[in-house]
């Protein structure tokens, strides 16, 4: 919806996501994600880090160097949520792997989209119910998912010039109306 938006606007934004962007990506996605055994902490933390070194360096860097608007649905403060609070690892470790893998590079906005868990849970359910595919992290615990919604609201605290949260419990063009004021604002047009 924010792609189609910005198109209108006469912008055309790349639009990527987090594990998978790249065939190498969706290769390792499917390694981490739709495996059925058990993945060590430390290999899920690296192989998101060798996804997102992938994703930079031919899909983001390319497309910045060009002037594009870059949407990538997830980044490394998913990392930072995900690995560092909901797995354990602490923040020195998270960070040294974020850095190696963008090799610094962050992001000018980025959007949290906050429900409560119970939220959340039910509507993983209900895509599981539709037939949608679930894969590994859709079956974590309330506890988990808790330690990652506290990590994204405390880098919304500590970077709030680039983080924005949003309230996305709302209809689904409620949500959109307030993406696209945040976004529009930041990239000065109307």
């Known amino acids: 919806m924010l792609a189609g938006s910005l198109r ?3 912008i055309d934004p790349l639009i990527t ?3 998978g962007g790249t065939p190498l990506g969706r290769r390792l996605r499917d390694a981490f994600l739709e495996t059925e055994e058990t993945v060590a902490p ?3 933390l690296l192989l998101f880090a060798a996804d997102r070194a992938q994703h930079v360096d031919f899909l983001i860097k390319p497309a910045l160097a060009e002037g594009r608007v870059v949407i990538s649905d997830r980044y490394s403060d998913a990392t930072f949520a995900y690995q560092g609070a909901g797995r354990g690892f602490d923040a020195k470790t998270v960070n040294q792997a974020i850095k190696l893998a963008t090799g610094g590079l962050k992001p000018d906005l980025t959007l949290f989209f906050d429900i409560p868990i119970a939220t959340a849970l039910a509507r993983m359910n209900a895509r599981g119910e539709s037939g949608e595919r679930s894969n590994r992290m859709d079956f974590e615990t309330v506890d988990f998912y808790e330690r990652v919604r506290a ?3 405390g880098i919304a605290t500590r970077e709030s010039k680039r983080f924005r949260v949003l309230d996305a419990s709302g209809s689904v063009e409620d949500v959109q109306r307030h993406v696209l004021a945040i976004v529009t604002a930041s990239l000065k047009i109307d």
């Open 42 to 44: 430390m290999a899920e």
């Open 151 to 153: 990590a994204y609201l």
């Open 8 to 10: 209108e606007r006469g």
């Open 17 to 19: 996501f987090e594990p």
